[in-house]
């Protein structure tokens, strides 16, 4: 039983999930060991430390992953995502993200959820805003799987535009 | 950042291509390595339904970034906007082609909003993503 200050973490489903959800990440100080590690992930050698600015998107998981801070999830895919680049990202900012869940549904059966978030240096000014949906894939014995999801179906068709 | 500013941009323009190797090594780092991800744990990934690991979709948008920086320079990090749709799983292994047409030019305030439309490719010439992204030209 969680007490007070104490995170109780919920299964995400579609059902335990609610618009109106509300999350926020840790405080992340922005380090050049970060630039250097997302520079190697995904092959960009523009060279952003010595420019003392981050790469654009270099925050995004740390939106991505708001659910992770109220639910216990299970998998999950992304669907879709928006930014708005307000101000750069630089070294040594200290930033967190907020997220509001502003939608749910269901489409071929399979459960979204729509987040809205704000990405803010220490004194709140914005970074980053924008938007991602997300499909939730619950744990078996929560829901049955989508039809895509068993094992030797074609996982492509997981994806798809909504 | 370093002030790049491209006036000669015209509508119909192709950008200069970026191919990317998805590496298992790069998904690790991008995404972190953890029990249960669909991402980094391959018996994982295989159980739900997949031939192997998966790069995060948010990889893709990063590569976007990096064709936009490579246009616009400082115009894309302040008042540049993206918006993709993941349309088809990227597996650990595949090369990617990041691809981007201009497609209109529009008066903002006295500066000009160029807008791209933007998709990745893989090795076997299917569209992993599609969107559009806009940045600014002074």
């Known amino acids: ?162 | 950042m370093a002030t790049r500013v491209e006036t000669g941009i015209a509508v119909g323009q192709a950008l200069p291509p970026l191919v990317k190797d998805v590496s298992q090594r790069r998904i690790d780092v991008y995404s972190g390595v953890k029990p249960r991800s669909i991402h980094s744990d391959e018996a994982w990934a295989r159980q739900k339904g997949f031939r192997t690991c998966l790069a995060q979709g948010m990889m893709s948008t990063a590569y976007v970034s990096q064709l936009m920086v490579n246009l616009l320079g400082p115009g894309f990090a302040r008042g540049g906007t993206m918006s993709m749709a993941f349309i088809k799983p990227v597996y650990a292994g595949d090369r990617l082609t990041v691809h981007g047409v201009v497609k209109d030019r529009q008066n903002e305030n006295g500066a000009t909003r160029v807008v791209v439309e933007v998709w990745v490719e893989n090795q076997h010439g299917e569209k992993t993503a599609v969107g559009h992204a806009t940045g600014l030209v002074s």
């Open chain 1, 1 to 162: 039983m969680a007490g007070p200050g104490i995170t109780e973490f919920k299964k995400l489903t579609l059902e335990t999930l609610q618009v109106g959800d509300e999350f926020v990440s840790d405080d992340h100080l922005v380090i050049p060991e970060d630039i250097e590690a997302h520079g190697f992930a995904v092959e960009d050698d523009h060279p952003w430390l010595a420019e003392g600015v981050a790469p654009p998107t270099l925050m995004a998981n740390q939106a991505l992953h708001l659910r992770h801070s109220k639910y216990l999830v299970h998998a999950g895919l992304h669907a879709r995502m928006e930014f708005n680049f307000v101000e750069p990202i630089k070294l040594g900012m200290r930033v967190r993200t907020r997220g509001r869940v502003i939608d749910k549904y269901e489409r071929r059966g399979k459960p979204y959820m729509v987040t809205e978030y704000v990405t803010e240096d220490d004194a709140g000014r914005v970074l980053v805003r924008g938007q991602f949906t997300q499909m939730i894939i619950p744990e078996p014995e929560a829901r049955p799987w989508p039809r895509a999801l068993r094992p030797g179906s074609r996982s492509g068709r997981l994806f798809h535009r909504s």
